[in-house]
């Protein structure tokens, strides 16, 4: 598929959905992709992109960055607090905030910056041990706690289980989103980015639809 034929399902799926075109933000998901792809996709015209590990976005976007200097760059994968001061340099949005930790690490260089990101929070909704994430049931514990240390707090993320249904996983993360008045909802990849949109998805991050396999799998 290419990117013109993915933006043209996502209008055509926010249409279907009663949602105004335009209102859900492609994230093109570069991760482990060669530098050729990336620029033709720049070169496309597209202009927000995810990367999933900090050092990885730091090799390769400083460079792109002088050649396209407005575009916009979302971190979706694992932060560790001794990267976070970089990943706020770098990320207009951090879509992996997991755990308490982080967010008062993000909160303490947010004052002391006095800017921060973008943050969404990371909820585990298939429950696995091995994805990150806080469980749903902690979820309105969280936000609070993010929000009371004045996080600026866009909405909620989540990667559904690879073996399950994703829509239950996307009404669940858009119900804990809509009790808790959070209007943004990172969820939707390659294979199923439209049944996210169609459930309120207001970022969808797409890579391999987008730019091919990748050549070293990675998550
Ligand atoms: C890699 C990745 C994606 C994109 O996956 P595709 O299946 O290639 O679209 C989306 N979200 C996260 C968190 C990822 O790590």
Redesign the pocket.
């Known amino acids: 598929m290419s990117l013109q034929e993915i933006t043209a399902r996502i209008t055509q799926t926010e249409t279907a959905a009663g949602r105004p075109a335009g209102s859900v933000k492609l994230?093109a998901?570069s991760?482990v992709q060669p530098n050729d792809r990336v620029q033709a996709v720049l070169q496309d015209g597209h202009r927000c992109f995810?990367e999933?590990r900090v050092q990885e976005a730091l090799g390769k976007w400083p460079g792109f960055l002088e050649q396209f200097p407005e575009v916009d760059l979302h971190l979706?994968?694992p932060l560790q607090t001794n990267k976070a001061r970089q990943a706020m340099e770098l990320f207009s949005s951090i879509?992996?905030v997991d755990r308490p930790k982080l967010a008062k690490t993000l909160a303490r260089l947010a004052q002391e910056t006095g800017t921060c990101p973008d943050l969404f929070l990371q909820v585990n909704t298939g429950e696995e041990e091995q994805k990150a994430g806080v469980l749903p049931a902690e979820a309105d514990d969280f936000i609070a706690e993010c929000r009371g240390l004045d996080l600026p707090v866009q909405g909620l993320?989540c990667?559904p289980p690879v073996d399950e249904e994703p829509a239950l996983h996307f009404a669940l993360l858009a119900k804990i989103a809509g009790r808790n008045g959070l209007a943004g909802l990172s969820m939707g990849?390659?294979?199923d980015?439209e049944q996210a949109i169609a459930l309120g998805a207001t970022h969808v991050?797409?890579?391999?639809?987008?730019?091919g396999d990748?050549i070293k799998p990675?998550?």
Do not use: D, P, T
Not at 205 to 211: E, K
């Open positions: 994230i998901v991760k995810g999933n979706i994968g879509h992996s993320m990667i990849m390659s294979s980015f991050r797409v890579g391999s639809a987008i730019f990748r990675q998550e």
